[in-house]
């Protein structure tokens, strides 16, 4: 009894500290707890695996560092899977503080592939004002990008040449931790008909779950567990195919999450086991 | 009295002009739509002006009061120190600028964003308790769901995951959907109000 | 062989493409919308073009491209009142078929969007809904309101600041001035001062807006002005913090902890920062009453604070607060309008569910 009202009144710095390591352990030694793969999940690979050689898809930054450890295993895996099918990949930010993590995804994942700048994918960069920017890339992708991020026209990059608007673009994933999916689906799926998916926050899965309900995102990637979902399917299949696997990172990131949550669900059960024995106490 | 009626009139006067203008589709609207956004644009960038004047004589102020001079302290020296790197230097792409933007104001954003883990986990230790029935159907569905969306919970049995999706999807989104009903008429009946005049608390009472 | 027979038979008969060419409806104008059919038997094309002329003669200039069988243009950029021409070329296995030309055809701007009438209507009622009542609230008719707890509380909570000595915190929430929930926080700040000042408490009103700034700072002045106070009135009491969301937090936390605030109201439109300022609020002991329309925050601000204004309640408060009869009268008016809708909305799953869709087709 003695035990449970001092575990139900824990201080705080004590739960903090544990929810720490908590996070901490799984990190430096991964559980290896295997992915169980979810339907919106599922729907994104599906797609991307099944398109064929040659056709293209958008990928847009609309993320920044403040949720890196969420967003950008998303993005890594889903440039990953687009260049080992041979998806051809445009890349842009609509968020300003993203742009910079889209040059060293990209930089990274071509490399892991031998993929070719202007022949595989393209990297056209930030433009402000999101709204007239979906609209624009309706019609015409070279008025609205001119040059591509190093300022070479598009005109002379070879992949641009066939492609002009969404008609040319079988997906677009918007990567965010804001509302910026649900203009895509306003300006590009209610517009122009352009198959959208996303890939957003834990925070933010929550209020996009109407938009897989209508079917205006043809998947998403929910949070740490939707990149750990993705992460999960595309390292099987470079591991089938013959390549190195990569840092599992948000598998990893994944394990902590478990963790956490069980510790969370702890707590809860602790506290309440002290609140009826005071409230038996009391009577 | 005149004091109170000028800014009364603006209120009328372009809540009604914008209300008009959401339903007009001919260019004369989308000019003047136009031009009541650069206006805001304008009096946002004189508001900022006046914010930071604001944000610099509160803690001037403060450096005299001891218990507070050294966090005032802090800000004013990073305050100046970054816009004087800007002004002279420049924020391009591996200037000082970007560089400690990246490596202090980012880290120390994703910081105070991750303090949010600890603070979920000592709010629900100290304040999830099944006092009632609704309160432990809450709890119940909390466990289902924090089970539900790790792995583990799929292990345990496969159809967990899909009933906590399934508690995202219904019950959670039709009390959303409530709560969203009565928020776009309590906004409606606020813009009313102060249109017509009728509240004017927004002026100080 | 059989695309040769299918662009053998098409040569023989005309397809038919049903090109039609309008006005777009509901635009500022200079714009045309072209919509077709692919010919039938058509599997495979190469390319589809779209020309366009000032006359039906020609000449036609290509417009646009398509390597997919499209069915839908949008022409933009155009001059209104002048007549216009269209044709679509499709290319297939090296054969071409042109479709019928359709013209002429003119853009102009709309006066009104057809596209709104629904939502112009429910505004119409609505609006007259809430006419009505404040009408019969001016002829002195009395209105019964069910108690908001955390609006009861408020009182207790600037007394108990009062007490202690301790100033209360007010945060407007994070959002601009053209968001409802930072008006309605505003609305509800300037009975608070005015309370205050009979109290003779100090108030801390932080923000993260500079045009929020200006106005809860006049709001204040003006407030302690009204209730005859204005020597109570403290030019540092409300200040602008910084535009960064966890910044923000940051400083506002460091208020609570190092002012010692005894009651702390977070008052208007917050996102993920909510649950660090009230946890942080409730470590320091301080009585805190919350309010937000912003629903994924809601849980947080229930959990760790002692009362939460729910959505709706945000924007009653004011009109709550008031007891002036004609502001509360709107509230029944949202009342009346909820119900209307309710049955609305049973109305129609009733009939979905049935197969009759011209109901909802209303809408």
């Known amino acids: 009894m003695k035990i449970i009202r001092i575990l139900s009144t824990l201080d705080r710095r004590i739960i903090f500290l544990l929810v720490g390591l908590g996070i901490l352990i799984p990190l430096l030694k991964p559980l290896g707890i295997p992915e169980n793969i979810t339907p919106p999940v599922r729907d994104v690979y599906q797609f991307i695996d099944t398109l064929p050689p040659g056709s293209a898809i958008l990928l847009s930054v609309d993320y920044d560092a403040s949720v890196l450890p969420e967003v950008h295993p998303m993005f890594l895996s889903i440039l990953r899977h687009a260049m080992l099918r041979k998806v051809k990949v445009i890349g842009i930010a609509l968020n300003p503080a993203g742009v910079g993590l889209g040059v060293q995804a990209f930089d990274r994942i071509s490399k892991e592939f031998g993929k070719k700048y202007g022949e595989d994918y393209v990297y056209l960069g930030f433009k402000p004002n999101m709204a007239a920017t979906m609209l624009g890339l309706g019609e015409e992708i070279h008025k609205v990008f001119p040059t591509d991020y190093y300022g070479i026209p598009l005109d002379s990059l070879p992949m641009m040449k066939e ?62 567990k939707g990149a750990a979902e993705y992460e999960d399917l595309v390292n099987r299949l470079l591991q089938k195919k013959g390549y190195r696997k990569p840092m599992p990172f948000a598998i990893k990131g994944m394990d902590s999450i478990t963790v956490v949550h069980l510790l969370i669900i702890l707590f809860i059960i602790l506290g309440n086991l002290g609140y009826f024995l005071q409230k038996k106490e009391v009577k | 009295m005149l004091q109170r009626k000028i800014p009364l009139f603006i209120v009328f006067l372009m809540g009604f002009l914008m209300t008009v203008q959401f339903y007009i589709p001919h260019p004369v609207s989308q000019t003047l739509y136009k031009y009541v956004l650069d206006w805001m644009n304008g009096v946002a960038s004189m508001a900022i002006v006046l914010a930071v004047g604001s944000l610099i004589m509160h803690h001037w102020r403060r450096l005299k009061k001891p218990e507070f001079a050294l966090y005032s302290a802090v800000t004013l020296v990073s305050l100046f120190f970054m816009a004087i790197l800007g002004f002279f230097f420049g924020i391009r792409e591996g200037s000082l600028f970007q560089k400690m933007f990246e490596n202090v104001q980012i880290p120390l954003q994703a910081t105070m964003f991750s303090l949010l883990a600890f603070y979920m986990a000592s709010a629900a230790y100290r304040a999830f308790r099944a006092r009632n029935l609704e309160a432990t159907l809450l709890l119940l569905s909390a466990f289902i769901l924090m089970i539900g969306i790790i792995p583990l919970g799929y292990y345990i049995h496969p159809r967990i995951s899909d009933f906590a999706l399934w508690i995202l999807n219904v019950p959670n989104l039709a009390a959303k959907r409530g709560i969203m009903i009565g928020v776009g008429l309590g906004m409606m009946a606020t813009s009313l109000k102060i249109i017509l005049g009728i509240e004017r608390n927004w002026l100080g009472g | 062989m059989g695309v040769a027979l299918i662009l053998f038979l098409l040569s023989q008969v005309s397809p038919t493409f049903n090109l039609r060419a309008v006005d777009t409806p509901n635009d500022a104008g200079g714009s045309i919308t072209l919509t077709w059919e692919i010919p039938e038997g058509l599997e495979h094309i190469d390319r589809l073009e779209i020309y366009r002329s000032e006359s039906p003669e020609g000449p036609f200039e290509k417009i646009k491209t398509y390597l997919s069988p499209v069915t839908r243009f949008e022409d933009m950029g155009l001059k209104n009142g002048k007549d216009y021409f269209y044709k679509v070329v499709i290319t297939s296995g090296g054969e071409t078929i042109e479709s019928e030309i359709a013209g002429p055809v003119i853009s102009r701007p709309q006066w009104f969007h057809k596209g709104r009438v629904t939502i112009l209507f429910g505004v119409l009622i609505y609006t007259l809904i809430l006419l009505y009542f404040i009408l019969s609230a001016k002829k002195g008719k009395e209105l019964y309101l069910r108690p908001i707890a955390g609006l009861k509380a408020l ?29 309605a926080s505003i609305n509800i700040l300037s ?54 969301q966890f910044g923000y937090a940051a400083a506002v936390s460091g208020i609570m902890i190092r002012e010692k605030t005894a009651t702390n109201l977070f008052l208007g439109m917050f996102w993920a920062e909510s649950l660090i300022l009230a946890e942080t609020g409730a470590s320091t002991g301080a009585i805190q009453i919350a309010g937000t329309d912003a629903v994924t925050q809601l849980p947080f601000f229930i959990t760790a604070c002692d009362y939460t204004l729910i959505g709706e309640e945000l924007y009653a408060a004011s009109a709550y ?3 002036e009869p004609v502001l509360r009268a709107t509230l029944k008016g949202q009342d009346a309008m909820k119900f209307l809708l309710g049955l609305l909305l049973i109305l129609g799953s009733a009939f979905g569910l049935f197969g009759i869709t011209w109901f909802q087709k209303l809408f």
Request: hydrophobic share 40%; no cysteine; charged share 20%.
């Open chain 3, 155 to 183: 009182d207790e909570a600037i007394g108990r600041a009062t007490e202690m000595g301790k100033p209360i915190l007010y945060v407007p929430g994070l959002s601009t001035i053209s968001d409802v929930a930072t008006i």
């Open chain 1, 163 to 224: 492609i002009h608007s969404y008609r040319d673009i079988a997906l677009v994933i918007s990567f965010s931790g804001a509302n910026i999916p649900a203009l895509w689906v306003s300006y590009a799926y209610s517009r122009y008909g352009q198959k959208v998916a996303a890939g957003v926050t834990a925070v933010m899965a929550a209020d996009y779950y109407p938009f897989l309900q209508t079917g205006q995102f043809i998947g998403m990637l929910g949070g740490m």
């Open chain 3, 321 to 323: 607060l008031s007891k």
């Open chain 3, 191 to 244: 009975h608070v001062t005015r309370k205050i000042a009979e109290y003779e408490t100090k108030i801390i009103v932080p923000n993260r807006n500079p045009v929020v700034y200006t106005v809860t700072r006049e709001v204040v002045k003006e407030a302690f002005t009204s209730a005859g106070r204005p020597d109570l009135f403290d030019p540092d009491s409300v200040f602008y913090v910084t535009d960064s």
